[in-house]
């Protein structure tokens, strides 16, 4: 049974930094593209960063040079590493994985699998 697991969401400052952590359990890095989506009230869900089954990642553009991805597959982690934080990024954040050998990409579709999300609050 896939479940995913996102903590370390948080009410923060402008320009602080936060990681949030995905503790997964029925899939491994190797089988399962895992993504980062984020919600904002009245807003779709949107695309934050995916790390596809041959280890590629991809980070959306908006966010890239301030956010980063990783994980540890001994520890069943997957991280999203967000730095200089603005009240733009308020938002839940979700924990996605695809099925297993499922080409993934950016879009909410492509993952079956989803945390509970993680709510971060970013005050100016």
């Known amino acids: 049974q896939v479940r995913l697991v996102e903590s370390g969401g948080g009410s923060v400052q402008r320009g602080d930094s936060l990681t949030l952590s995905c503790e997964f359990t029925g899939i491994t890095f190797s089988t399962s593209a895992m993504a980062w989506f984020r919600q904002s009230p009245g807003k779709e869900r949107e695309f934050v960063a995916t790390r596809l089954r041959d280890g590629n990642k991809n980070v959306t553009d908006s966010v890239k040079a301030r956010f980063s991805i990783s994980g540890d597959s001994a520890r069943r982690l997957w991280y999203l590493h967000m730095s200089n934080l603005t009240p733009d990024d308020t938002a839940a954040y979700y924990c996605?994985?695809?099925?297993?050998?499922?080409?993934?990409?950016?879009?909410?579709?492509?993952?079956?699998?989803w945390g509970q999300g993680t709510q971060v609050s970013v005050s100016s």
């Open positions: 996605a994985a695809s099925d297993p050998w499922r080409r993934a990409g950016i879009r909410a579709r492509d993952y079956t699998y």
